[in-house]
């Protein structure tokens, strides 16, 4: 019958659940079980399992929110079961006056989610039990305070009324009695207080307060169901790429009070500090306060070291709780406790988020520590956040102009534009600015904005509040509670102690130091970090792809060496067109009226390019250099704006007329699927020609200079195998000149993108002309959705917010369609060429998803920006990991 | 040893070769056999075959035209044997100047391709052997006029030296003697014509003219062998779609001479009228001529009918030997032959090119005749020609302006403008224009301007000139022999009887009766032949496919019903949109500023589109309607240049800036890959509901008038199952409100285009949301091998002539890609939705080889543009009976 077990008990040192059953009980309430187990105190409760939201999902989906059919059959027996349970193990009862049971009504689904969903606290509450609640504990105040915050609670998250109303007649009340703490508000007004509220409520739902607690009980519990389903949960999972959960548990879980005076408190802390790593608790509490406060960010709390000075037992206890988990979970936990009357309750604990460097720190710490091998620390990295790691901070030596200082939240450097709204925020990135977030603080309505901002900065709130947590969670940085911050809503600017910024105009953040900064600092190149240099050390000899680089020019090139690139992947030749001494020239060649004229302006541009490409040859001495020819229409390369046309037409001598004309004559419908690429090769042969001497002239030179070089001539957007073919023996004759001329040899392979639909599907046949592929997933995904990546704005944030694609297909390897077509390229390429090299230079492979379906695949490389490099270096070794032990 | 037989002999009654071996002897070369064996008077000779073409082919390649090995082994041996037995039969020898043997040398592939490849004629002849021939036959001037033909002709075919050169000479001659033709010089003047001739050949080659007649042999039997790839034949191959051939035979034969005098003549015939199919023949003869002044149209040439006054015998005797190759051959037979002094020999016979009239006729008369059945006559149509008898021809209540007569040389009406020369023909075409080639007489050299022209109108010629022949096989106009023309090129002008016509002017053509007109003459519809009805009343009864139509309008409709269409399968609603009473809302709903405004819009578009459809249901009443919704980009119903722009923004009432931002705003990098399809009716949803509204309106009023509907509402654009989904949710729910309203229910489809490589790719999927597939192979072509139609022009032809691509991708399936993607689906889309309905709607679809492929793959149907209807009925019987006999 276990399979029809819905709810799960915990308390008096025992529970029904434990930490593995985090699908079925969430993560909180798997470790809830698991704590009341391992003897840690926690306050009683139950979990009501996730499959009951996904119950509950499909059925109102299909019969609307009062589908008669919304819970599955047994629910409500087994939930009076176990609050009866839950009744005689901590000997209060719901509605009872002599001794009110409080509860706690939580979400917590397998994978955290943090605010996303709703909570609501002391759920038992009306005028009877507050009254008890007063008489028992001698302490009115606390008693009606809790009501008035249940009301306020309950009122906002399940009845749907604006928490500003209810927050408007608190702030009345505080200004009435002249205090600037709602601690400081006393019983009786607190009392009055209550009746406003439910005054409030009458007014906007037409009906009073639900005063019975079993009512309140199964309103805050269908409020949680109901909350997987809010938009808000709907794109946290989308952001996060969160798939395949069965929805939240719901936990509900006797009340303990860190508002019952000074001996009382609340706090969250991390087991090591997770912005740096480092081995030490990291947290903050609040005295006399309620969890929501902490991590609402509304109050500033105090560091949790000084928890040692107020409560030195409470202290000792928490941190003897903490290695106890530590050890048990062997992870860095994050956890939730509420100090009742000097006595310890812990409320959550979970693995806790961190940023890359800490992430680095503590995996290399366990390793030393002996809790974890070097595999499980591998895996144990999130691959996609070591970029930020390796970006440049500010310079050190650079005058900066200080604004403020703040709360260091989340490290990192960030300069870009104020913006004072998230819409504001989404719309300058959409605009291609950088955008930095400025608000009093955050919350989840924000998410999106802070999604296209580089950094936060809030006047409230510390390490743990929204933002701080959001911030390292994304990698970005953030400053918290910067108090000297004032904003000016109406004025659209921001002033700092009187200095005013309007929104729009520069700001850099150093979230490591928590400073504010007037106008944009300028950075410098961050060393590799230690750490990371080890941990890549183990990645290395784990993985079985190979990591190149997507690099144009020599520094890049440098770059990506030093990140540990093994070859270049893609070298974009028309990026070296496009420099302020060739693209007179380029021109000249294109607008060329007869051959004669082209070759002239092609031959100034051959030693340029040889130039080029012996700097590369040098850099990557040993390692392949995959250079692609020509690629872009050439109409890219003349100017479209009619003064730099004039300006253009003067310094080549032509008339503005006839160049205007050439730009139109060269304008094409979609110039995406227009002439590109190799036909481009195919129409013009003499720039093919003169690409395929330079490279192979500075391919002779470097190995006369004793470099070792391996150049690959990529061939882009083939469609058929004849393209490869003919363009083949063209550069075959070209080389066959160039050696005869040079008396040298040097081996080259001539290979393609397979960047359209048709290149995959005959991938057999062009085999046999290329010697290597490589995947432009960019343009294989554009054509294979048929979605021009330049105009997907007007549809694609509808298709994310709607579901209908889980995510961008730009951002990893669509692999129902994009990677259907590798498949058949690598299986059906290889069959015709065995062990036909085969590698992938588009951006969309670089995320570890799409790592992990190229080692899959048995691609040789992935190449990708030299930033991604190491971030790549590690998703590949993470993906032969999973593929030694699957999931 | 029969594998290394590379020469087949055929003379005295016997053939080594029969009609069966046309692959390895070419038609000409099998046919010769063939009429040998039957006893039909054929001169003696012997076929070099094919694969001697193939080797030369290969081994030039490689080798260059020089290469050693470009013979086979044993061929010069065979070769040499076989003249021996043809010297026997004939008992003449080559070059002995008492009994000289004077042999033909021709090409002749197993598919004919007229014209395209050399013969050398009078091989043979020096001065020895030109003297002994006069003594022989005691005609001079027939020996030194055969003598200077075969100068020009091997100068020009073999050695390279233009015609005009030795043209200049021979008219020079003609006017220094004052005659009007070459047949009245006389023969001492025709032995010094001889001497200039070999002198041009000094002046231009740097050496003697060949005089060893074996020399000469070789010399023409390669030059034969080359012609095969020379570019016209190229180019003459790729637009009739000639693949897989081995090359050219060479055929060697005595020649016969049919300029011996009066009693001597050549012509060309065919079994029946080629233009009508009429049972009777049809061609030409010339008295004291050869064969090639017939084909080049240079003297016109009397009608065959007049070869019974002028020698009856032989006009028996021809008569006779046209029935016995019918009925041997049961196909009508285009036949060559030669009389000399008095004796009838056949030089060719093949089964005749004819028009689709005559094709239909003759394949009708042949099952009444008993000669075929009903399965072979449906096979020997092509179905392609068949579009052509149905476009309307020219009205003949209408007022026309005669301009001249001339031979009706192949039937039909052609309006279009003068075009001098074949270049500018295929500008003018590249220009959206429709020109009518105007020239003296065609060449083959004018190929390419004749495939861009609607008809051609030429000086000189009968109706088996080069001109002539070409355009009844394209199907296209033409007026041969309009001796009252008169071009003058300098001015661009043409003149009939004094009156100018300049070049771009418009005339029309009318082929059937030879008549030029001035202007455009108005048409009006044909009707279908009786012969036609019959044909598609046996393909009906043989086809598996279901035939529907690609039409918009009522008109279209009607037409594509008359024409035999089951149904629509692709109503493109937008069409509807630019009609001149709708433009104006469908532009203000684009530009609303809010719901409201667009909603507005829409409601006035509403009845408009329910008038459309209940149209539509009528005129289909019974069969299936595929509807497709709104699927091009919003900015192509604004307009973009600046004066309507001011008259849109002045009738819609907003300024011109705002309109002009609004298109710009709209405006897209890539459109065919932006912002239209489905993604449009996702983000827009109100334009989908208002078309699902007025489709099933319509629906239930045409129900409620007794008009049997089956709408089929189709979603373009699709690239994955989730946009099919939530759109079908999204057009149900307007299906049940309308039904509601009406208080009626239809039955009705929803399903996808599959358009994009992603929806092929994900069909299993989209098959679980669409009830219905149809492959739009426009835009699947595009993606699939990233070819933007609008751009193609850059490049295409260049592929094309290259070969890189075989056939332009959009004239027809790619199979390799774009059909192998419609497999996928196809397979994939049944086997999670078992009998799903699968269409095609691409016009790519409607070429024959494509409707084969369709067929194969098993689709219910395919629909193109209501012309086409006929073909593709018959395509899809020749699908079907192919499959029970392949090949």
């Known amino acids: 019958m276990t399979n029809d077990r819905l709810v799960f008990f915990f308390g008096n040192g025992k529970a029904e659940g434990k930490a593995a059953q985090k699908e079925l009980l969430g993560g909180k309430g798997a470790n809830l079980a698991e704590m009341t187990n391992m003897g840690i105190p926690v306050p009683p409760g139950f979990t009501i399992s996730t499959r009951v939201c996904h119950h509950y999902s499909l059925a109102t989906a299909e019969g609307g929110p009062d589908s008669p059919d919304r819970f599955p059959d047994g629910l409500q027996e087994q939930v009076g079961e176990a609050l009866e349970r839950l009744e005689e193990a901590i000997r209060r009862r719901l509605g009872d006056p002599g001794a009110p049971l409080l509860v706690s009504v939580r979400s917590g689904a397998a994978v955290s989610m943090p605010g996303m969903m709703d909570t609501i606290l002391n759920l038992g509450l009306n005028h009877e039990t507050t009254e008890g609640l007063a008489a028992e504990t001698g302490n009115p105040r606390f008693a009606w305070d809790s009501f008035r915050r249940f009301l306020q609670m309950y009122g906002n998250v399940v009845l749907g009324i604006p928490s500003e109303r209810f927050e408007k007649r608190l702030k009345a009340a505080m200004r009435e009695c002249g205090v600037e703490r709602d601690a400081d508000l006393e019983a009786s007004r607190l009392e009055t207080l209550a009746g406003e509220y439910e005054a409030i409520v009458l007014e906007e739902t037409g009906r009073g307060f639900p005063m019975d607690p079993k009512a309140q009980l199964w309103g805050a519990v269908e409020a949680v169901l109901g909350s997987w389903n809010n938009e808000r949960a709907i794109l946290y999972r989308r952001l996060h790429d969160i798939q395949g959960l069965l929805g939240t548990a719901v936990n509900v879980q006797a009340m303990v009070f860190g508002n019952q005076g000074e001996d009382s408190g609340t706090g969250v802390c991390f087991t090591r500090d997770p912005s740096t790593g480092e081995r030490k608790p990291y947290g903050e509490f609040l005295r006399n306060a309620q969890g929501e406060d902490v991590v609402a960010g509304v109050r500033t709390p105090q560091p949790i070291a000084e928890l040692h000075q107020a409560m030195p037992e409470v202290a000792d206890r928490l941190a003897k709780v903490m290695r106890t988990l530590e050890e048990h979970y062997r992870d860095m936990q994050d956890i939730e406790f509420t100090i009742q009357k000097g006595e310890l309750f812990l409320l959550q604990t979970r693995n806790g988020k961190r940023t890359a460097r800490a992430a680095l720190k503590i995996a290399v710490d366990m390793v030393d520590e002996g809790l974890i091998d070097e595999e499980e620390a591998l895996l144990r990295i999130d691959a996609t956040q070591l970029e930020q790691l390796l970006h440049p901070s500010f310079d050190k030596e650079a005058p900066k102009d200080l604004l403020a200082r703040g709360i260091p939240a989340s490290p990192g450097s960030a300069a870009g534009i104020v913006a004072l709204d998230p819409d504001t925020a989404v719309r300058m990135a959409a605009e291609g600015k950088t955008p930095i977030l400025v608000r009093n603080e955050t919350s989840p309505e924000d998410l999106k904005g802070m999604a296209s901002s580089a950094g936060f900065l809030t006047m409230r709130g510390g390490k743990t509040s929204h933002a701080a947590v959001v911030a ?301 592929f490589s995947f432009g997933t960019n343009d294989l995904t554009q054509m294979t959705f048929g979605f021009s990546r330049d105009d997907v704005a007007g549809f694609l944030p509808a298709y994310l917010e709607t579901g209908i694609l889980e995510r961008d297909p730009f951002e990893g390897i669509d692999l129902k369609g994009v990677g259907r077509l590798m498949r058949i390229a690598v299986e059906e390429g290889r069959k015709t060429r065995p062990g036909l090299k085969v590698g992938i230079c588009g951006e969309s492979g670089g995320d570890p998803a799409s790592i992990l379906f190229c080692h899959r695949l048995e691609l040789d490389y992935v190449s990708l920006s030299p930033y991604r490099v190491p971030t790549a270096r590690l998703a590949a070794a993470q993906a032969a990991l999973r593929e030694k032990k699957p999931g």
Request: hydrophobic letters at 40%.
């Open 472 to 772: 390292r969670q994304m990698g970005k940085v953030c400053v918290s509670g910067c108090g000297a911050m004032q904003i000016d809503e109406e004025d659209r600017s921001v002033s700092f102690d009187g200095r005013r910024i309007r929104e729009g105009e520069e700001i850099s953040l150093d979230g490591s130091l928590g400073e504010v900064y007037a106008g944009r600092v300028p950075t410098v190149e961050a060393g590799i970090p230690e750490d990371l240099t080890r941990v890549l050390s183990w990645a290395d000899r784990r993985r079985r792809l190979k990591i190149r680089t997507n690099a144009d020019t020599p520094k890049d090139n440098r770059k990506a060496r030093e990140f540990g690139a093994e070859g270049i992947g893609l070298c974009r030749t028309e990026h070296m067109f496009f420099e302020e001494d060739r693209i007179l020239h380029v021109r000249k060649m294109i607008l060329a009226r007869n051959d004669e004229e082209r070759r002239e302006a092609l031959a100034t541009l051959l030693p340029m390019q040889r130039g080029d490409f012996l700097d590369i040859f040098e850099v990557m001495d040993g390692f392949p250099c995959n250079i692609r020819l020509l690629d872009p229409p050439l109409h890219e390369f003349l100017p479209h704006d009619p003064e730099t046309r004039a300006a253009v037409a003067e310094e080549m001598g032509v008339s503005e007329e006839e160049l205007r004309q050439r730009v139109a004559d060269l304008s094409e419908s979609n110039p995406m699927l227009g002439h590109r690429g190799c036909r481009l090769g195919i129409t013009h042969p003499e720039i093919y020609e003169m690409q395929m001497r330079a490279i192979l002239e500075a391919a002779c030179e470097a190995v006369a200079g004793g470099v070792h070089v391996l150049p690959e001539i990529m061939i882009p957007l083939s469609s058929a195998a004849s393209e490869v073919g003919v363009l083949r023996r063209r550069l075959e004759a070209v080389a066959a000149k160039v050696f005869e001329e040079k008396r040298k040899r040097v081996s080259y392979q001539i290979g393609t993108m397979i960047e359209t639909p048709r290149a995959a599907l005959t991938a057999s046949e062009i085999a046999l002309e290329a010697e290597f």
